[in-house]
């Protein structure tokens, strides 16, 4: 699969080298080019590097990195975008102690949707740090990190769901795009285990099923406000 980033921050370059390594073809695409090479450099041979228009127009699937800037702003044209898996995987910035604000409003992954409405966007990889994929890929499928995602195209998050597996992470279908409100929610959640309550950068979350219990001991769940 061929895929592109638009930016090439910590999380890019992670995520592009471990999907390099499993065979992808990867372009990391900046406004500064060089930063874009020393990403190229860390990974296998053969990952391209380049500007973000070049990157969009080389991708299958294009993972926006950018924070606080759409394509629209950070590229010639959105036009190479059209029809493509675009993957909104940035978080709202931190704000002095964690006093986040209640999401009301659209999300980030929805504003990208609305700037680019020709493309397929999904929501997935904000809730965990790029230092995770320094494990192998089957260290962290022995602990079944969960890899939240959602989107309004079936197609799309299948696409994402492999990706996802691929790094070794258990993907989780979350529903239709505005579901990305709680997914960012969590990312900031996420963030503050890590960091406000310094639980450190390898802090993950993993959703299990556990089987369904017999009897009902306890009364059994009652209708809302009986």
């Known amino acids: 699969m061929r ?7 910590n999380m890019a370059r992670a995520l592009g080298i471990v999907w390099a390594e499993r065979g992808h ?3 990391f695409g900046s406004r500064d080019p060089a930063k874009a090479r020393a990403c190229a450099a860390l990974g296998p041979a053969g990952i391209e590097s380049g500007s973000n ?4 127009a080389f ?8 924070r606080g800037v759409m394509p629209s702003a950070a590229l010639a044209s959105t036009a190479a975008l059209a029809g493509k898996v675009l993957v909104c995987i940035n978080n709202r910035a931190i704000p002095k102690d964690f006093a986040f604000e209640t999401m009301m409003g659209p999300s980030l992954a929805e504003a990208l949707a609305a700037d680019v409405p020709t ?16 494990h192998p890929r ?18 799309a ?6 990706l996802s597996r691929d790094a070794g992470l258990t993907p989780v279908d979350c529903g239709p795009l505005r579901a990305a409100r709680m997914l960012e929610a969590t990312g900031d959640f996420i963030r ?25 001991r306890l009364g059994g769940r009652k209708a809302y406000g009986a």
Do not use: W
């Open 59 to 66: 991708g299958e699937v294009v993972v926006h990195t950018v």
């Open 53 to 56: 228009d070049r990157a969009a």
């Open 3 to 9: 895929i592109a980033f638009i930016g090439s921050g």
């Open 192 to 216: 503050y285990m890590m960091f406000g309550m310094k639980r450190g950068y390898f802090a993950t979350i993993s959703v299990r099923d556990i089987p369904a219990a017999t009897g009902s």
């Open 119 to 134: 493309a397929r966007v999904v929501k997935a990889f904000n809730t965990m740090a790029q230092e995770v994929f320094e």
């Open 25 to 27: 073809q990867v372009f």
């Open 157 to 162: 998050k299948e696409t994402v769901s492999e």
């Open 138 to 155: 089957a260290t962290l499928l022995g602990y079944d990190v969960s890899s939240f995602l959602c989107g309004d195209d079936a197609a």
